[in-house]
């Protein structure tokens, strides 16, 4: 399982935030774009989609920008994967399509269980955790 793109640069963007918004300071949307290497527009649609789930907050005017909502300690890789991605539940096998409890094929059994092995994983991973330098 990988994440999607959206969950990836969603996870990068508040990690450079973590690191450089400090206290009080913001991050411009150009900076971090051009530091993470996303694309600018879709860059402030995931900033607008996360800041409508809570996980960071926007400032406007000339020395506006975007920072956490939270502590970085404070916000999980399962926070944003499920701001971010399509099926933030990972319900759906991987080989034969079926969701739920219904064990279609051979491997639905295993896909469920590498399933609640990462989302364990990502529970207990924070942004702190990536924003190391």
């Known amino acids: 399982m ?3 793109k959206a969950t990836g640069y969603g996870i990068r963007a508040m990690s450079y935030m973590a690191r ?3 206290d009080v300071g913001v991050c411009g949307l150009g900076e971090i774009a051009s530091s993470e290497k996303i694309p600018q527009d879709y860059l402030r649609k995931l900033l607008g989609e996360l800041r409508r789930h809570r996980l960071v907050r926007s400032v406007k005017g000339v020395h506006g920008g975007y920072l956490l ?3 970085p300690q404070n916000i999980t890789l399962w ?3 499920k701001a971010l991605d399509n099926d933030p539940y ?3 096998c991987i080989l034969c399509g079926e969701r739920g409890e219904n064990l279609s094929c051979s491997f639905c059994a295993e896909w469920k269980r590498i399933c609640n092995e990462l989302v364990a994983t990502l529970k207990k991973q924070t942004i702190a955790d990536f924003a190391l330098d």
């Open 2 to 4: 990988v994440f999607s």
């Open 90 to 92: 990972l319900d759906e």
């Open 20 to 22: 450089h918004g400090g």
């Open 69 to 71: 909502a939270h502590e």
């Open 79 to 81: 926070d944003v994967f």
